[in-house]
């Protein structure tokens, strides 16, 4: 979740009950936005290491991820090569680094995340958050379910209506390729080049 410009940070390997637990003995701060995921092992073994979110080295930037990129090797030896230190053995971790890096450049976050997407190969969902834009979630979808929920001054962004279905019946399926930028207000989307989606 993102408060006051902090990434507060909750993450458990196995069951759900195991998150339940940690977050009732460690309760995160009041927040109005957020991520979370529930993954498989595609790549490194399922710790708490490599359970999702995975963060950019300044815990600035949160991402999580449903898929696999099938070229992050060599972007992660490439980023290893130039410095970047990880945490994680995941492919998830690169989009974290990259998206940083951009958003370092001077790029909004939107702009910054279609980079990074343009730069990816596979078949994937990412979701991302950055601690300094408190009011904002960005997600790209690539051959993977994505489906934006439109609720009363929120919105929802998930792989399967019923993740919010309680929240709100309004849903929008995003379109493959397509980049969503979503806040209270309301939800943009463009293509990788940054033009608008209909």
Sequence with gaps: IVTDGTL????????????????????????????GHTRWATHGAPTDRNAHPHLDESNRVAVIHNGIIENFARLRTDLEEAGTSFASDTDTEVVAHLLSADVATGMDLAEAFRSVVRRLRGAFTLVAVHADLPDRV????????????????????????????AHTRQAMEIGDGQIVESTAAGVTLTDSDGDHAT
Excluded at 16 to 33: D, F, G, I, R, V
């Design 8 to 35: 507060h940070v909750a993450r458990k390997a196995g069951k759900l009950c195991n998150l339940e637990k940690l977050l009732a003995e460690e309760q995160l701060p009041p927040s109005s936005l957020g991520i």
């Design 138 to 165: 960005v997600a790209a979808r690539r051959n993977s379910p994505l489906v934006v929920g439109l609720g009363d001054g929120e919105n929802f962004l998930a792989s399967d209506v019923s993740a919010f279905i």
